[in-house]
Each structure stands twice: as C-alpha cells, then as structure tokens.
C-alpha cells in the first residue's frame, strides 16, 4: 500500500524559498501521477501543481507560475515542490497526493492516497 509523506514546511519570510518533499514508501511511484494541494483553514483544498506519471507538469494557480516548480525523483520515490519568492497568500497546509495513472487533476476525487500535510507559513 502506498503511504506519502510531506516534509519541508516551516516558516519564511515574504520574498523566501522553501522545498517540499513528498517520500512514498510501500509502492514506487512511478506510475503515479502526484499533485500538491493546498488548503486554508474555512476554504475547499486548491490543486496547485501536477507531475503525471509520463512525467508532464500542470500548474493549476496563476498565481504561483513562475515561482512554484513541481518536480519527481523515481529513483528516489520522491516528488518534489520547489517554492520561490513565497508570498503570504501562500500560507497554507499543503498536501501531496497520488493517483495511479490518471491525467493531472485540480479535483480531489481522483486520489486515492494522501499525505498528512505540512504547514507552510509566510509571514515577516
């Protein structure tokens, strides 16, 4: 059974840079395509960013093109979620999840697996 966990949260400045990390255990990833979402407390989970299974990526938030990068590491069973001049719209819970390959999707639904969230804040 595939089991995911997210790392790399904290607290940062505006204008800041974090890395997320999610590491799949149990399953290999490969042929699961990833996305992070990201919820506030009080709003529905927002898809933000997709590696496919093929390895394509989708942004889903104009907001965070150009600043968010989503990467995978098969090798390591790792996805990745590179954050760049964070802003404080940007605090959230994120999450990883995974589905076994489907297309990228901003809907929870299609996900079967998820990890437990990491708190990102952004604030001076």
């Known amino acids: 059974q595939l089991q995911l966990v997210e790392s790399g949260g904290g607290l940062v400045q505006p204008g800041g840079s974090l890395r997320l990390s999610c590491a799949a255990s149990?399953?290999?990833?490969?042929?699961?395509?990833v996305s992070w979402f990201r919820q506030v407390p009080g709003q529905e989970r927002e898809g933000v960013s997709c590696?496919?299974?093929?390895?394509?990526?989708?942004n889903f938030v104009d907001s965070v093109k150009g600043r968010f990068t989503v990467s995978r590491d098969n090798a390591k069973n790792t996805v990745y979620l590179q954050m760049h001049n964070l802003q404080p719209e940007d605090t959230a819970i994120y999450y990883c999840?995974?589905?076994?390959?489907?297309?990228?999707?901003?809907?929870?639904?299609?996900?079967?697996?998820w990890g437990q969230g990491t708190q990102v804040t952004v604030s001076s």
């Open positions: 149990g399953l290999t990833l490969d042929q699961y395509t």
């Open positions: 999840a995974a589905g076994w390959s489907i297309y990228c999707s901003d809907y929870v639904t299609p996900y079967d697996t």
């Open positions: 590696v496919s299974h093929s390895g394509g990526v989708t």
